[in-house]
């Protein structure tokens, strides 16, 4: 198997990316989903040793699935990853007073769950760094069209990086079997875009890749599929930060 010439630039311009920000962004990390796209990053990081840590936010509801792949990128990598868990008062609290799945009941409730779970520990995570690199691709989904290389995120007050930006979902797959990297067996079957388990349904063919997050939801408008980590606290979506 050999790789397209637009890949391969496109490969090239990625790790051109996470070289500048080991450099120029100390302490930086990859928040890591543990999905395609943040093991394509994983595996780019441990491959040239860059110095970037990575963390993953463990919400307490994820697949069995996701969590194996810690032990695996240690296995294959020798690189540790961050697990950071919500704060567990915080997530009694909210199961005491509105149920272990409240959020099926409304969107409200499902924001204030992922806050719980994913928005305030992100911002521990975060705490004390220069940058984070992210997973996001424009081609994910119509919210995430404007997404650039290098933005500012004001919510944090660091530069926030994508380094597959430009890249397809078919060419994360085809760096994926070239490379071998491991990756999330859910993928296999039909998930695309993996979250809480819970939240997170296989999509069939011709939905948008995102169509099995928070599914029970109504369409909605601009962020119905995306969770608080990529809102202000105003509620608007964070895409249109200055570049770094």
């Excluded at 290389?149 to 079997?177: C, M, T």
Aim: proline share 5%; with cysteine; aromatic share 8%.
């Amino acid at each position: 198997m050999t790789l397209p010439a637009a890949l391969l630039g496109r490969i090239d311009g990625a790790l051109a990316l996470l070289q500048r920000v080991a450099i120029e962004h100390v302490p930086a990390a990859l928040a890591s989903s543990l999905g395609a796209e943040d093991m394509v990053l994983t595996d780019m990081i441990a491959r040239h040793k860059l110095e970037i840590d990575i963390f993953t936010l463990d919400t307490g509801r994820l697949h069995g699935d996701t969590l194996q792949l810690v032990g695996e990128i240690r296995r294959r990598y020798g690189r540790e990853v961050q697990v950071v868990a919500p704060d567990s008062q915080a997530v009694g609290d909210f199961v005491a007073r509105f149920g272990r799945d409240a959020f099926y009941g409304s969107v409200e409730l499902r924001k204030r769950c992922c806050q719980i779970r994913k928005v305030e520990p992100l911002g521990r995570a975060l705490a004390g760094r220069r940058a984070w690199v992210s997973g996001l691709r424009r081609a994910q989904a119509a919210t995430r069209g404007a997404i650039e290389f290098a933005e500012h995120d004001a919510v944090h007050g660091i530069f926030k990086f994508n380094p597959l930006a430009d890249w397809s979902e078919q060419d994360i797959w085809s760096y994926v079997r070239f490379f071998e990297v491991p990756y999330n067996r859910l993928h296999d079957q039909g998930y695309r875009s993996i979250g809480c388990a819970p939240c997170t349904r296989p999509v069939a063919a011709g939905e948008d890749p995102r169509a099995g997050r928070w599914w029970w939801e109504s369409p909605g408008g601009a962020g119905a599929r995306e969770c608080g980590i990529h809102f202000s606290p105003e509620g608007r979506l964070l895409r249109d930060g200055a570049r770094a």
